[in-house]
């Protein structure tokens, strides 16, 4: 049996590289102070959401980019060999509602008891 072979779109050929080019260039360098101090820079965590990194599958009119699973995927792959913990608050959130949410409320207080 041959595996069955397909292409990525040009969608999604541009999410994967674009995600893998921000993950070398922001969050390689960030890698191992993350991994050995368990910590996040919030700075980088808001960057990812305005990039469009976050909320992958959300709708657009909740600040998502709309894209599908395999997609969001995609991205997660991307990001994976760049650094280990990085991806947990967004893999966490993208569980239970999307990032879009996430960064929603971290934007406006005011909507964290909207969403809960």
């Not at 590289?17 to 260039?25: F, I, P, S, T, V």
């Not at 395999?70 to 650094?83: D, E, K, N, R, Y």
């Not at 409320?105 to 008891?113: D, G, M």
């Amino acid at each position: 049996m041959s595996p069955t072979a397909f292409e990525l779109d040009d969608e999604q050929r541009a999410a994967l590289d674009g995600a893998d080019r921000y993950a070398r260039e922001r969050l390689a360098p960030l890698a191992q102070r993350m991994d050995d101090e368990e910590w996040w820079p919030d700075e980088e965590f808001r960057a990812l959401g305005h990039e469009g990194y976050l909320g992958i599958t959300a709708p657009p009119e909740l600040g998502g980019a709309g894209l599908d699973l395999f997609t969001s995927g995609l991205v997660a792959q991307a990001f994976g060999p760049a650094f280990r913990r990085a991806g947990r608050p967004a893999r966490r959130r993208q569980g239970y509602g999307g990032s879009a949410v996430a960064l929603a409320e971290a934007e406006r207080p005011a909507l964290r008891t909207q969403h809960k």
